[in-house]
Structure formats: structure tokens, C-alpha cells
């Protein structure tokens, strides 16, 4: 047996939750921002972003209706696909009549938990996708409907986060261990996806690849928070100490590209962009509106405004490179990810009278709408790493040290080679198969009537320009070497 992984009793995970109707001005002040490792941030030193224990598997009693309609959905598919039968559509349209006559189960015990809320939202998110996906395309607008709607925006509003599929569903809290192990921090290729849409390694080694690169990353988080304390000390050790930090820190992001590129090894990029990527799609990367039906059974709940599907840029661990090595301004300005928003907007409710598109000018800074759909704990850890009083960049630029500024650099230039990876990876997995889909369809575009189908830009989940948005994140990221 597998000894037990317990976790501190002062541990965000062991602390009741907060009531959420305090409001976020007053929720804001429980945040302790004191240290870069409090554990109110819900950072482990051992599991970095990740849990420090396999999540939560299978909620308790009350709301065990929601898991059977969960574990019902294993074999549904795409309502897209060309090869749907007509058992198929009626195996999936019978799913979707379990949804439908579902009892609007309460909430309320859920928010002692944070582990079960987390798993809620999960559980609820991943039925929503089930249920907007296996609808044809014929269908221009989806009808959520109530008892998946009343609970899924409760729930969000208790976690602060928006009622759809987001990267801590399908990768920090979609893991388990496949076999028992002594140490408290999981091995790297021991670890296994809880929930999938299709069922095929390809899918699972998808977000695996993923769950490996926030636990390697854990390094990186403990190498911030020792340059944090040497640049308070500030003196001529200090600043050696981290060069050789910054120079760690160079390889821990080469090793998060090595297993970033190592995702070709268990995942078919055909099986990815034709069976697994259509299951993410969120409003902004689709082409139908989402009605939620039933808001009217609670007068707290309000259309939601927020509605990517999962995507990289969710990642923490990203974000916080970007902002701890100080090149988020140049990875992430507005020529690149649009005009940033009031942030208090941003992360206060998911909700609003219309719900936006891609198309909206007024939609936010990629980077800012990204960090909405990471758990607020790590948001909370972001906002305190960017409100450093002694950023790292700053102290480079004015310290006229040769070995810190090439450290630096080096730093730099490892995470402009991982977006490097990156774009090779989005090449294989999304657009090569793109431009293939496309071909095949050539003919039938030929004969259009009016010959005005032309080509639209290749959307990521997140709802960017995908191409362009990747090449000038790494553009950027370059941008931000410093010169002696």
C-alpha cells in the first residue's frame, strides 16, 4: 500500500473555504502575499501548481447522479464526425435525455470541500462539452439545459472561474498514479489521466505531457523564490548566487522543452486534430451560440462571459516564467494579444448580459483572459510574483554584472527556444492537419456559388489567431534579450 501523502493542517487544501459572499475585496484580504511559497497560493514545493496528492476521483453521495451521467458518456462521439451512424446520433441523443432529466442537485455542501468543488466543476465541465459535442453541426445554437446549468454557474461562482473545460480540468486535476509509489513526489511516468473524451492514448499522452511539464517546472518555482530572497539581500554574494540560479533555471526550461517535444512519442497528431481537439472548442473557436437555460432559478446567476475552451496559455507555470524572468511586456503586449482590461474586471464574476466573440475589440489581453480560467489561488500567486518590489529584469539591467546579465540571457533564450517547440508542436499537431482537412475539401469549395468562401484564420482553443499569435509570443519573448 501506498503510505499516505498528508498534507499540512494549515494547507489551503485542509482549511475550510471561504464564504464567497464576503465579496472580492474582502476574499482578497485572506490571501497571505507574504512569501513567494505561502501555502495560500496552493503551490506545493514538491508538486509546484499540481496537487501534492492524486485529486479527487469520484465525488461523495449527494452528487453521485452527476457521476454516473459522466461515467454514461464513455464511448459518445464527435456529432461532427462523417462517419456517425445513425446508432451512433441515437446513443448520444439518449445521453443527452439523461442530462436533460437530471434533478437540479443543491450545491451548498460543496463548498466545504475545495477538493469536491474542484471536482465539480470537473465533473460538470466535462458533461458540457459531452453535451454541446455530440450535438450535429445542423444545431446553430446549443440549449444547455437547467439541471446542468443551475449548478455547473454556482459552482463557478464559489471557484471563480468560468462554467467551461479549462486546462486544471483536463490536466491539474485529471491524474492519478497507475501504481503505488513510496515517494511523495509522483514519477514522471507514473501517472495516468482519469477522464478522456475518446479513450486513446493519444489523448491521454496529450495532457500527460502536459501534468509532466508542471511537475518538472516545480524547480523553477523554487529557483524564483531563492532569487526573491538573495535580491533582498542584494549584496555581491547575492548577486553570484543568482547567476547560478538563473543559469539552473536555463535548464529546467530545457528540459520542459525536451518534454514538450516528446509528446510526438504516444500522441498521433491525425488522432489529435480530427478526434481529440473538436471536444475543447468553446464559444470564441466554434461557430454556434451557447444558451444556458434556467439562470431565472437563482437570481445570483448571470449569462457567462467567459467561454474558452482549454488551452496552454491556462498554464501557471508559463506565466510565471514569463513574468518572474520580466518578459511578459514584450511576450505579451497589446500589438500581439490585444488591449488589456480593468484587471478587478476581469477576475471578479464570469458573467454579463451578452457573451462575447473573438470579433468583440473590446476582449481583453490573451494573457489576462487566460489567467480567468486558472484556479485563483494560482492567479493570486501570479499577481504577487508580478508585484515583486525587486524584479529580476530591473536588477539585471542596473547591476553592470557581465555573469548575471549572460545568465539572464541564457535564461531568456531557453524560453524563447521552448516557444520555439511549441510552434513546431502546433505546426505537427494542428496545422499540418489543418491544411489537410482543407485539401481534401477543395472540390466542394470549388463549387460554391458565389465563390466567397475564402479562408478563415486558424483559431486556437483559447480563440486566437493561432499562427500569427505563436510566432509573436516568440518574437516577443527574443525581444526582451538585454544587451551589455
Known amino acids: 500500500m501506498e503510505p499516505e501523502l498528508l498534507i499540512p493542517p494549515n494547507h489551503l487544501l485542509s482549511l475550510p473555504r471561504p464564504d464567497t459572499s464576503l465579496g472580492l475585496e474582502l476574499l482578497a484580504g485572506l490571501v497571505d502575499t507574504t512569501t513567494l511559497a505561502a501555502h495560500d497560493f496552493d503551490v506545493d514545493n514538491r508538486t509546484g501548481f499540481m496537487p501534492p496528492q492524486p485529486p479527487l476521483t469520484r465525488l461523495p453521495e449527494e452528487w453521485e447522479e452527476w457521476e454516473l451521467v459522466l461515467e454514461a458518456s464513455r464511448g459518445l462521439k464527435l456529432g461532427s464526425r462523417p462517419d456517425l451512424t445513425d446508432e451512433d446520433k441515437e446513443i448520444s441523443r439518449i445521453w443527452r435525455g439523461q442530462v436533460q432529466q437530471l434533478p437540479i442537485l443543491p450545491t451548498e455542501n460543496l463548498k466545504k470541500s475545495e477538493v469536491v468543488v474542484r471536482r465539480a466543476h470537473l465533473v460538470l465541465s466535462w458533461i458540457l462539452h459531452f453535451y454541446i459535442h455530440t450535438l450535429p453541426p445542423s444545431v446553430s445554437t446549443v440549449v444547455i439545459p437547467a439541471p446542468l446549468t443551475v449548478p455547473l454557474l454556482q459552482v463557478c461562482a464559489e471557484l471563480r472561474l468560468p ?65 526573491m ?132 475589440p473590446a ?42 546579465l549572460e545568465a539572464y540571457n541564457k535564461a531568456v533564450m531557453s524560453l524563447k527556444e521552448l516557444r520555439d517547440a511549441h510552434i513546431v508542436i502546433v505546426t505537427l499537431y494542428i496545422i499540418i492537419p489543418a491544411k489537410q482537412a482543407t485539401a481534401a475539401q477543395e472540390e466542394v ?26 510566432k509573436d509570443v516568440r518574437n516577443g519573448t527574443a525581444g526582451a534579450l538585454l544587451t551589455s
Open 445 to 470: 469549395e470549388k463549387e460554391r456559388a458565389d465563390g466567397k468562401g475564402g479562408k478563415e484564420s486558424l483559431k486556437g482553443t483559447g480563440g486566437t489567431d493561432l499562427v500569427k499569435f505563436l
Open 229 to 360: 530572497d538573495e535580491a533582498f539581500v542584494g549584496d555581491n554574494i547575492a548577486m553570484k548566487r543568482i547567476t547560478s540560479y538563473l543559469l539552473t533555471l536555463a535548464t529546467v526550461i530545457a528540459d520542459l522543452k525536451k518534454l514538450l517535444l516528446d509528446v510526438k512519442e504516444g500522441c498521433d497528431p491525425q488522432v489529435f486534430y480530427n478526434e481529440v481537439r473538436p471536444w475543447f472548442m468553446g464559444i470564441d473557436s466554434g461557430k454556434r451560440g451557447w444558451v444556458f437555460e434556467g439562470l431565472e432559478l437563482d437570481e445570483t446567476l448571470e449569462v457567462p462571459k467567459e467561454l474558452s475552451g482549454p488551452s496552454a496559455g491556462q498554464s501557471s507555470l508559463i506565466h510565471a516564467l514569463d513574468i518572474f524572468l520580466g518578459v511578459e511586456e514584450y511576450s505579451h503586449s497589446d500589438k500581439i494579444t490585444g488591449q488589456a482590461a480593468e484587471r478587478s474586471h476581469t477576475f471578479s464574476s464570469f458573467s454579463s448580459t451578452s457573451i462575447p466573440t473573438s470579433s468583440n
Open 363 to 404: 476582449k481583453s489581453a490573451f494573457l489576462q483572459r487566460m489567467q480567468a480560467y486558472m484556479p485563483r489561488h494560482h492567479r493570486n500567486f501570479l499577481n504577487h510574483l508580478r508585484n515583486n518590489p525587486r524584479p529580476l529584469r530591473n536588477i539585471v539591467m542596473h547591476a553592470e554584472n557581465p555573469q548575471l
Open 163 to 227: 462554467p467551461v473545460l479549462t486546462y486544471a480540468d483536463t490536466v491539474l486535476y485529471n491524474w492519478a498514479l497507475k501504481k503505488p509509489q513510496h515517494s511523495p513526489v509522483p514519477n514522471l511516468s507514473n501517472l495516468r489521466s482519469v477522464q478522456t473524451f475518446t479513450g486513446t492514448q493519444s489523448e491521454e499522452e496529450f495532457y500527460l505531457t502536459s501534468a509532466r511539464m508542471e511537475l518538472r517546472g516545480t524547480e523553477a518555482l523554487e529557483l524564483m523564490r531563492s532569487t
